[in-house]
């Protein structure tokens, strides 16, 4: 996708002197406080598990780094990819998956929530950084982006997503299928000798053992992380140059009208099912995981019921926001920005305080 392309943006601005279209929006992106507030929001373990695992905020970091780096050797869009990857996971509501499983329950029957669309209400409304109107004011082909994420069952048929929207979603796995096992270990909730069973791992260590030789096991980790990112992304390059030279001279809007999708060879889309299988059983349902989960998915849905029941405690914008789009959306919405701790901060000021609005975040 070349930026001179770009369908503009809902409200004109004029150019930048030295900085592209994509360019502006990471920026954007970058400075949102949606984006600094990544910092407080769990990857898949909380602060109460310790403090080396990944946030969401450096999640996303490492996210726009690998997709950056595909995007270049493919020679993709670089700045699109990188802001696409900043942007991918600035929707995610407090305690991770598990925050979001509570919302998208509390909001059955009223229009659902996922964090993909809650995304682009945050950079289309939310976000207040111009006098004259709502969001970041992002150019079409990021919001066209993130909206194909928001609706990946129908992207899923016809019509493929712009190839960097495809880079950032392989990113996406590439980087939490690595840290997720990094993270893991480094807690001790898995062990080196139950990795080796699977496939992939396997192939990554002989990889290290042939490279670097025998390790004490704090290095074997960090060289198991290192190899495991770059046999995924490596794969991935192999296997999309291939389909994109197949497709040489084709515009964009060609590729994306011929259904062209990029993904990893057969072998290793196999060797990486296995290993999300396995991470999906043995760590992200491990019971002192499901513990913490269990006790902030509570909050959480007290916190929800309460200020449907009583929304003058919301914030004055979301008060006036309920008007627009309704309590219960308007009470998501104030939710889903939080970060975990200030989540918490609010639930026990109104369980303490039976009167008085919350504080806005």
Known sequence: MHSRDSA???HSEQEHSYRGPYARDRDRVLHSSAFRRLSGKMQVFTGEMG??????????????????TI?????????LTETLGLLHDIGHPPFGHCGEDVLAEALRGHGGFSHNQFALSIVTELEQRFTHFAGLNLSAEVLGGQDSRAHKAEAAIGRAPLLEVQVVDLA???????????????MGLIEHAELRRLTLIRRALENVARKLGDLP???????LVHELLDLQVSDLLVSAGERLRECQGRTAEELRAGGVRLG???????????????????????????QVRK?????????FDGLVAAPQRLPLRFRTRAAQVGVRRSVSDYLAGMTDRFCDSQFQLFQAQPTGPLTDW
């Open 8 to 10: 503009g943006r809902q």
């Open 51 to 68: 403090e080396y695992h990944r946030t969401r905020l450096t999640h996303t970091f490492e996210v726009a780094s690998v997709a950056r």
């Open 71 to 79: 995007a270049r050797v493919l020679r993709l869009n670089e700045d």
């Open 172 to 186: 996406d796995s590439i980087a939490y299928n690595s840290h997720d096992v990094d993270d893991a270990l480094q």
């Open 217 to 223: 096991p704090s290095r074997l980790r960090q060289a």
């Open 264 to 290: 990893h060879s057969a072998e290793i889309a196999a060797e990486r099912a296995e290993l999300e299988g396995y991470l999906f059983e043995a760590v992200y349902r491990h019971p002192r995981l499901m």
């Open 295 to 303: 006790l902030a998915s509570d909050r959480l849905r007290l916190l």
